[in-house]
């Protein structure tokens, strides 16, 4: 029997963009400074545990982009791989990063392969062990997923 926690589940929600505000905010960040993919997918776990634990693991994995931890961290690991395809057209090595600059009239953008490497790296961060965890909270008690079939058998 699961008890609810009506005041988790009131700041659940709110709490929840933030945590990925966060996210974007490193991730972002990151592609100039240090930080980046690996820590913004870190924190955007916790966004999905947060949602677990007050929601439950379900309603979790159903909130996260695309709709699966595993079909999220495939995606990033696609996008991850995707950035390094680039340095081929200019005769560099594989995931050699490549940089240029957007303008935007009052300043420049920089933006560069990295971006799109540190995207792929937290998704692919975000779907592993937000997927791992939402696993792990959802055992109920001493069952655990193929606890019904070893009864059966």
């Not at 929600?13 to 400074?33: D, F, K, S």
């Not at 820590?39 to 309603?59: F, M």
């Amino acid at each position: 029997m699961n008890k609810r926690v009506v005041i988790l589940e009131s700041v659940a929600g709110p709490l929840y963009w933030v945590i990925l505000a966060a996210a974007v905010w490193l991730l972002l960040r990151g592609h100039n400074e240090p930080g980046g993919g690996f820590i913004a997918g870190l924190v955007a776990v916790s966004a999905s545990i947060l949602w677990a634990v007050a929601k439950g693991s379900d309603a979790a994995a159903r909130r996260m982009p695309l709709g699966s931890p595993l079909v999220l961290s495939a995606v990033g690991l696609g996008l991850s791989a995707l950035a390094g395809v680039p340095a081929f057209f200019y005769g560099d090595p594989f995931l050699t990063h490549l940089w240029g600059s957007i303008p935007l009239g009052f300043t420049d953008y920089k933006v560069s392969t990295v971006l799109l490497f540190d995207i792929g790296v937290c998704l692919c961060v975000w779907g592993a062990l937000a997927g791992y965890a939402l696993d792990l909270l959802s055992i109920d008690g001493d069952e655990h997923p193929g606890a019904a079939q070893e009864k059966q058998a």
